[in-house]
Every structure is written in C-alpha cells, then in structure tokens.
C-alpha cells in the first residue's frame, strides 16, 4: 500500500533498474529484443494483409534477383562458348600440302595459340562431299576448288579483343588468303549480356523504390490504425525514439520476409528451370551447370531487404508520428 | 518551493479568440489534494492540458514541482510528462493488452529493468485492489474496473502530481464512491492530486479545497 507514493523527493528507483550501466544496457537491449518480437507478433496478428505486403515486397525483390542470376549463367555459358572458338585460315591456292602443314605446325607453337589442324585440298574436298550433297557438281568441276585451310585454336584465357588481334596477324601471312573467325554472334551475345545486366541494375532500382513505397504505405496505414495508442504513449511520457521503435521493427520485418520469400522464388525457378535446361546445356560440349544464388548473395539478398524495408519505414514514420499529437 | 502547482495570471485563448482561461493564479501545495470543479466549458481541461503540457498558455507562467513549464522544451516534454501522472474520464487503456502490460507501460517507455517493473507494477496493482487481474485484458473489466487500471498506471511511476480529468465521468456514484475513496488513500500516503470533476454533490462532504471555475475565472480558492 505505500508503495507507489511520492514523496516530493524523487527517490532513486531499485538498484536494477538505474543503479548501474550495465543494468541499464540491459533494460535497453531487452527492450529491443521484447519489441523485436512483438512487432513480429503485430504481423503475425493481421496475417493476412502482412502476408500481401511481404509476398509484394519478395516478387518485387526476385524479378532483379532473378535477372542477376541469369546474367550471371548467361556469363558463365559464353566465356565457355569463347572458349569454343576457332579461326579459319584459308590459304592462297598455290601453297602446297606439305608448306601448309608445315605451316601448321609452325605456328602451333606460336603465342597465343593453343593448337592448330590442317586440312588439305584434298581432304576439305573429302568432308565436303561427304557432308554435302553437291558431290556429283564437285564431281563435275574437274580441279579442286577448294583451298587448303588450317583451324586454329586460340588459348582459352586469350581475351575476345586479343583473338581479334591474332586475326589480323595471321591473315597478313604470306601464305594465307584471308582468316576468318565468326565472332560477330559472340560480341552480339557479349553486348546483350551486358544490356541485360544494366537492365536489371535499373530494373532493381526501380522496384527497390517501389518496396520503399510498398513498407512506407504499409508502415503509414499501421500507424493510422494505431493512433489512439501513439496518443497515450505520447500522454504517458514516451519519446519519439520510443514510439518509432515497433515501426521500425515492423519495417525490418518485412523487408526481411521478402528477401526470403524472393529467394524462395528463385529456387522455385530453379528448381522449375533447371532440369529442361540441364538438357539443352549437355547438348553443348563441356556439361554446363545452372547456378543458383549462392550462400553469399543471398545473405546480400537479405542485407538488402532488411535495409529497404527500414528505410522505407524511416522516410514515413518520423513525419507521420509528429503529426499526432495528444489532444 | 513548496507548492507542487502554481499557476500565475495564467491566460489561454484558442485559436479562433475563444478564451479558455482569464489571469487564473493557484496554487496546490505538495500533498495536498484539490477538486477543480464548474460546468463543462469552465476551462477545467484546459487548465489540466497546461499542467500535462498537451497546451501551451498564451499568457502567464505555470509552475510544476518547481519547473517553468514554459522553459520545457518540446523534446524535454516526454521526460516531464514522466513526471505527472495522468488519469483520463476514457481511462485510455490500451485493449489488445494485459492489465499488467498496461500498467507497466510508463515504466518501460523510462527503460526500467523487467524485475523491477514486476515489483512496482504488482505494487501498484495491489494498491487499487486488482492484484488478481494482471493477465485479464481491460475490456473484460467493469468501467471501475478499468479506471482503477488507469490509476494504477498513473502511480507507478511514483509521479510528484496526479492530474485526474473527469475520473468517475462514466461511472455510476456507487463506483464513483469507490474511485473517490481511493484517491484519498493516495493522497494519505503523499501524494500531490487534482481532480477535475463536475460531479459537485460527490465532493462537495468529502472536505477538501475545491476550486472552481466559471467561464475561465476562478472563483474560489
């Protein structure tokens, strides 16, 4: 009964409370944690609205997501298809089958060349009859139009640029007519590659505003709802801090719901995706394997979830809680 | 400094020119309990908003417990609404919880330790008699019920000044008897009370200072 008296003099609280800074670091961090979780709880009471939102903010994260890790195969898949590459040296028709080998042979060990075949006169005429049916025009013609011809294989780790070069150096050999490398779809391709990963940078900007937008609006209605409340917290002696807190969790969370839900799309595409295209990769030579997000970009996924989700909640709620004032 | 509350020639006029409030000078002294009484419109909430800094005055100082309110700044206000213990005719309970969780909600906006909070919080409870209510929810409470959670809340915190507007306002006079009495027993143990009430006849035997408003003047004190 004489407990909660005051007796003019304020008289210090228990020692647990204000007694020392450990106690009061304490109080501080259980009250976050307490409100952490009841923020979460706050969700869990209106589920269904709080599942709308966090399932909007997860699409809106995986489509940038998603186009991140296509990239990032498509990338995979051409250096590998680079690696394919091969030059065409068509010789002049006056150099022999042995000059041509030796040819070959020469600049097999030359920088920049991994290896190198050559393909007689006689021996291109024998593949083409055999692939094509034109033998009996061939036939027809007498003498060989065919040149001799010497594939080369440029080293895998030579850059697209530096194999244009070796293009250039080799068709001024004396011996070569002209060398021809069908790189053109592989710069398309390296183009499109790089068009798609700046899409999706603005793509991913565009709807990371729109998650901002999403948690703002969200956080907005939430604080609505709960004036009454705010005004008796105001009314008990609750600083600005202290009210903002529960949003700003709010917003922590669904940021944080999202990113898990994006990265449950994407494995979901993954899975959906994965095996057809398996199929068409082991199609090509060198088994190519889809990768996913890994550990490391999905704990980035989340980061930046959690970091949208916040500020979205940090640009609505400071001006939404001061325009309510006890009245 | 003995007075808890000292108004001086204290003016507030509304935006729109209504005159709330015309040179009102009071005085409350610590531990003394008053009734600030008169029709609705008097200026009795008024007066209660300028004491818990929901208003501001137009003119005239207002002390509390030895602070010019005028020089709280607007971030300080928190901390000195800490202070003053608040008690609403609407008892302002928060309904999605606890009677426990209610009555501990000015002490943890202060940041106090969770054992403590139990023990000042079931303090509180078993003053105004609901010690086994804590883990009712206020709507399953009777509205005497309910304001004596509300009262509970504003003296946990060991406020200097309980600030009551219109406590038994929703209440029949049997309850509102019930309310009274306890106000009393507070005010027993120290504590500073001002009780806006209209209920005049409810008062007016209990022997206390009553102090009366009419249209914004202050008629006795």
Known sequence: MPEPQSSGSSRSAGPASRGSGRGRLAAWAASHARCLLESLGRLHRRWVASLLTVLVIGIALALPAGLYVLVKNLDTLASSWHQSVRISLYLKQDVSADSGQRLADDLAGENGISSTQFISADEGLRQFKQASSFGAALDALGSNPLPGVIEVTPKASLPPAAVGQLVDQLSKRRQVDHAALDQAWLRRLTAILALISRASWVIGALLSAAVLFIVGNTIRLDIENRRQEIEVMKLLGAGDAFIRRPFLYSGVWYGLLGAIVAIMVLVACYMALGGPLSTLTASYQGGLSLTGLSLRESAGLLAIGIALGWAGCAITVNRQLAAIEPR | ?221
Request: charged letters at 25%; a positive charge; glycine letters at 10%.
């Open chain 2, 1 to 221: 400094m003995t007075d808890i509350v000292a108004f001086d020639n204290v003016v507030k006029r509304y935006p729109g020119g209504k005159l709330a409030l015309d040179r009102v000078s009071l005085r409350l002294a610590r531990g003394e309990m008053a009734f600030l009484t008169g029709h609705s419109g008097a200026g009795k909430s008024t007066l209660m908003k300028l004491i818990g800094l929901i208003e501001r005055p137009t003119r005239g100082r207002v002390v509390i417990n030895g602070t010019d309110l005028a020089k709280v700044r607007r971030a300080h206000i928190p901390r000195y609404r800490q202070r003053v213990g608040l008690i609403f005719q609407n008892y302002n309970l928060l309904y999605d919880r606890t009677v426990f969780d209610n009555v501990a909600l000015p002490l943890v906006i202060r940041g106090i330790g969770h054992t403590e909070i139990a023990r000042r919080v079931r303090a509180a409870l078993d003053t105004v008699g609901l010690l086994s209510h804590e883990k009712k929810f206020p709507i399953t409470l009777s509205g005497g019920e309910q304001q004596r959670v509300g009262i509970a809340r504003a003296v946990v915190n060991r406020p200097h000044l309980l600030l009551a507007d219109e406590p038994t306002g929703n209440l029949d006079p049997d309850l509102s008897a019930d309310i009274m009495r306890l106000f009393t027993r507070l005010n027993e143990t120290g504590t500073s009370i001002m009780i806006a009430t209209h209920a005049i006849d409810l008062v007016e035997h209990m022997g206390y200072r009553r102090i009366a408003l009419d249209h914004g003047h202050l008629e006795a004190g």
